[in-house]
């Protein structure tokens, strides 16, 4: 089962930063959260993942709170291409397996 | 890198046949890779964890004699949805996980189609 929460939908304009949040909150001390997109009819795709450190890339930035029981996707600047479903996950050991959630479907408006 | 492929992308066949799908791991070799279904407007449900040389485990709720999986290299994983029905229809989708990975980031490979008539 997934062990996160995520809002259904959201709208961003386009340009804007996109700021999506999520809660995990009985996440354990040595677990990533992942973030994932995935848009219509595609694989989903790689964002970012942190533990406990703020993370930037070249796609996003993840600012993790201290008690590590949520955290928030940043998207800088949104472009049109941005809209899809975001999906973040915390992994199930022991085998590590992804259960995804409902996600946040990102629609970006011109 | 980290590319994750899948063969074919989209598949008709007639209820009653086997169908199989392949997911190959292109630029890393995965000891891990995992098998997904999404119906629309559904997120993506784990089917089974596949592990290279070893037996797949499967999910609750999924049927092993039905979808057949077989991990026997490091970059290549496959499933045979046999005996095919109608509500087998659904995108398939597989990641892989790259071996000896400290961090457990999964690649996705970009789903395969199946339509059952």
């Known amino acids: 089962d997934a062990k996160t929460t995520q809002p259904p939908s959201m709208d961003c304009a386009e340009g804007r930063a996109a700021n999506l949040p999520c809660n995990h909150s009985?996440?354990?001390?040595?677990?990533?959260v992942y973030w994932y997109r995935q848009i219509h009819s595609q694989g989903p795709q790689y964002i970012i993942h942190?533990?406990?450190n703020n993370e930037t890339n070249e796609m996003a930035s993840l600012i993790i709170t201290e008690d590590r029981k949520s955290s928030t996707l940043i998207l800088p600047h949104a472009t049109l291409r941005d809209t899809a479903v975001y999906y973040c996950?915390?992994?199930?050991?022991?085998?590590?397996?992804?259960?995804f959630g409902t996600g946040t479907s990102l629609t970006v408006i011109p | 890198g980290a590319v994750v492929s899948q063969h074919p992308s989209w598949v008709i066949c007639k209820s009653g046949t086997s169908v199989k799908i392949e997911c190959r791991s292109l630029d890393f070799q995965a000891t891990t890779m995992f098998w997904y279904r999404q119906f629309p407007k559904q997120s993506l449900m784990l089917m089974a964890t596949?592990?290279?040389?070893?037996?797949?485990?499967?999910e609750q709720g999924v049927e092993k004699d039905k979808f057949l999986i077989n991990h026997a290299s490091l970059t290549l994983s496959t499933l045979t949805v046999t005996s095919a029905h109608p509500e087998d229809s659904s995108f398939y989708i597989c990641?892989?996980?790259?071996?000896?990975?400290?961090?457990?980031?999964?690649?996705f490979g970009p789903g395969t189609r199946l339509l059952v008539l």
């Open positions: 009985t996440i354990s001390g040595n677990e990533y």
């Open positions: 942190g533990l406990k």
């Open positions: 596949s592990n290279e040389g070893s037996k797949a485990t499967y």
């Open positions: 990641s892989a996980r790259e071996a000896g990975a400290v961090q457990e980031t999964q690649y």
């Open positions: 996950i915390v992994r199930v050991p022991p085998g590590n397996q992804f259960y």
